[in-house]
């Protein structure tokens, strides 16, 4: 994995699913990161309210062991980011806001090479990089209306997002399980790896159930 930036909907993922752990357990494989923005939507705000506050605790932790590390994001990549995100798709006349700051500034640190992937699990980056014409569907049933793509900043778009790799907290936990985090469970390794993926998702780790079936076919006993 080398250098991955968490977003916010990762960390709360893994957080709230009490594997948040699988990040200090892969520290010796690989360097975990997150811009500042991303410690104040995952941490600092959270820390506000009563029935998060014990949620973002568990990540504050994370941060002050060093399992991951803070990191300023690049004000010119972050906006060119959002400039192109967020005028993609239109409802009428209206631009869609589709992506927030975080995970703006983590792509950001793709785009400036400072990390070779992002962590997030909420699905609309992850489909606007990979495949916005079914993110245009998606939209289609939220809104109820047509939704446009604006095709000249969509090539903008795909031209600088070209190459960045996206992964979601389920393939970081079986990256985990893979390297021995469930081995604790002894025979319940494999439940337990099958339970905590159903919780990720339960936190929002955005999953299709073809991908759940996918997850749940994995077994690491053996190795």
């Known amino acids: 994995m080398n250098t991955l930036a968490l977003d916010s909907s990762a960390l709360i993922s893994l957080s709230e699913s009490c594997v948040i752990s699988a990040l200090r357990f892969l520290k010796a494989k690989a360097a975990f990161v997150a811009p500042d923005s991303v410690y104040l939507e995952s941490v600092e705000n959270p820390l506000k309210i009563k029935q998060y506050g014990f949620s973002a605790l568990r990540i504050k932790r994370l941060f002050f062991e060093g399992a991951v590390r803070r990191v300023s994001a690049s004000p010119e990549k972050t906006q060119a980011v959002l400039a192109l995100a967020n005028s993609l798709f239109y409802v009428g006349e209206r631009p869609l806001e589709l992506i927030h700051k975080g995970e703006a500034d983590c792509l950001g640190l793709a ?66 399980g893979k390297l021995g985090y469930f081995r604790f469970f002894q025979d319940d390794e494999m439940p337990a790896f099958h339970a905590a993926i159903y919780a990720l998702k339960g936190y929002g780790c955005s999953l299709t159930k073809d991908e759940l079936k996918e997850f749940e076919q994995i077994n690491f006993k053996g190795r």
């Not at 993110?135 to 960045?164: A, P």
Request: hydrophobic content about 45%.
């Open 111 to 176: 785009l400036a090479g400072v990390v070779g992937g992002i962590a997030v699990d909420e699905k609309t980056l992850k489909l606007l990089i990979e495949n916005p014409n079914k993110l245009r569907d998606l939209l289609v049933g939220e809104y109820e209306e047509k939704v446009r793509i604006e095709e000249t900043t969509l090539k903008k778009w795909q031209q600088l997002t070209r190459g960045i790799k996206i992964i979601r907290s389920a393939e970081i936990l079986a990256i985990a």
